[in-house]
């Protein structure tokens, strides 16, 4: 069992219950996920990860595309509550990704920590992103990448960070030495529970609902 279905299993066996506005959850508060090159290859290997669509909107996010309709022409629905825009989600400040990565190519200094963090705009329209933080470090000429993330679905969301980050870490010209992703309330909607076992069961063909 990869360190990902771990979580999922420990989340389903000692996780506390919640109700919020999308429903109620089994949750776990303050759980860390440490990723080596091999952990995240048994991952990506045995998870069905929609990698392209994912490329796709990681893309997307650091171009600054606010326009939902221009995810749903890559394939991307997922963004369709939003209404037309996301106007304070990940692409309000993964633009500022591109030249931070420049910057980090450029010096690949071990004494600075280079920081990407994502907040709140203040906007009405669109959540503020669950991903809170994303750290970029050298250590031994090597990229360690660290994650803060206040809210994670451990279904839907947290693959899909798991493989954004690590495309991330593709941009950087350094060996990937870990991705440590620090998770302070991740849970599993009551309506994926029976789907979250039959995936663990070893059933890939599993499609979880998004609660929004």
Known sequence: MNKYYRLLDKILASGKTQTGRKGTSRYLLNESLSLTPSDLLDIFEGHNIARRKLRDELRLFMNGERSVEKYREAGISWWDYCGHTLVNSYPTYFEKLPPLIDRINREKRSSKNYVLFLGSTGAETNQAPCLSLVQ??????ELVLSAYQRSSDANLGLPADIY?????SRQIDLPLQSVTLNLGNVHIYDNNIARTRDLLAGNENIKFDLNV
Do not use: E, N, S
């Open 164 to 168: 954004h980050l690590y495309l991330m």
């Open 136 to 141: 970029f470090q050298v250590d031994g000429g």
